[in-house]
């Protein structure tokens, strides 16, 4: 099973490499990264580089295709190698995944045309925009495409997928293998469950107002 | 605050991604990932390589030093530079902390003499060999000692952390910021809730046999 994973300049590390952990780990996957261009893909924070071990046209049939998001994704929003890549590959995955804002991306690429979506918390209502239907949780499915929302969502939305490729039980050992029993300190990781002076001071550090 | 986060061949990505996305984003936060040679450095699956920007010798005076674990972690057990670097800057910092097999690294250099701690849910009791206390918590406090237990569990450790560095509110936009509001789909994520089963699946994975 050839899964892509989709880096570009400016990308949320743990959208990517969660998923990464889980996927990789499936029974005969053959993971790729790639980018338009070969090489060194800088993060969002400038301070991680992942190396793209392939072109976009060099991974011309990925069984799975895993895009990201990240502040980065504002410059991928236009038509370009990465949409007509993204609408190629499209028509011969078995399943297309994205994480954070990566969504928008599929989106603008025209690939979630009235298909239930999520995003980054903070961006949700932009999935209107290209045609798909914002849905307020944290792992959305529909048909082949398994949207996950912001950042670390995409281990919750891994897991999902793998257990669509390889059962529940496989999906638990996965699970296990990962030792993901999360015990966060705080119960402030969505909108909803944050103190409103928290998600005033993370709107601020994110919208750098 | 500098933030040393240390990368050997053979290390498991979200051991390391997972604590960098939160730790990355702490006010003044200088991350820099080191090795014992600047360059790539290629992870225990074979497919994801993450560039090591300075040696560890370059970065002698860090704040923060983060280690994460993965199979590679067997060939960082022997005294040698890694040793050495940790237990020079170790002088200094004010937090160290470990992820997974990691923190059989640190007990092996020494620092965890006498200190609870624990590691990935396979290796708990090798801590006991070189002094530490195992401790079966997904994240243990002991001084300046903060130690995550298996890949996933650096999240929740970052986030205690942060806690101590910047107060609750701010490791609480952290949380918010990085959506961290699991839901797995499944609660098999630690040895005492997994099926047993789905165990001893993970085993035979993890051990090859």
New interface residues.
Partial sequence: MKIAIVLYPGF???DV??P??VL??LPGA????VAEEPG?VLND?G?????A?AKLEDMSHPDVVVIGGGPGQLDQMSDGPLHRWLRQVDQTTQWTMSV?TGSLILAAAGLLQNRRATT??LQLEELRKFGAIPTDE??VTDGKYLIG?????G??AA??LA?KIVG??????L?????????????????S???R???E??KR??LGS
Same sequence: chains 1, 2.
């Avoid at 053959?30 to 990264?33: A, D, I, K, L, Q």
């Avoid at 929302?149 to 969502?153: E, F, K, M, N, W």
């Avoid at 529940?168 to 050992?173: L, M, Y």
Wanted: charged letters at 20%; proline letters at 6%.
């Fill in positions: 949320t590390a743990l490499v969660g990464y952990e990789g780990r053959e993971v790729v990264f060194l924070q301070s991680l580089s992942i190396q071990v954070c980054y918390w944290r792992v929302a912001g950042v670390s969502a281990i919750d897991l999902t257990s529940d039980d496989g999906a638990q050992a699970q296990l293998i990962i030792e993901y029993d999360p015990q966060p300190p705080f119960d402030a990781g969505s909108e469950k944050a103190p002076s928290v998600v001071d993370a550090q994110l």
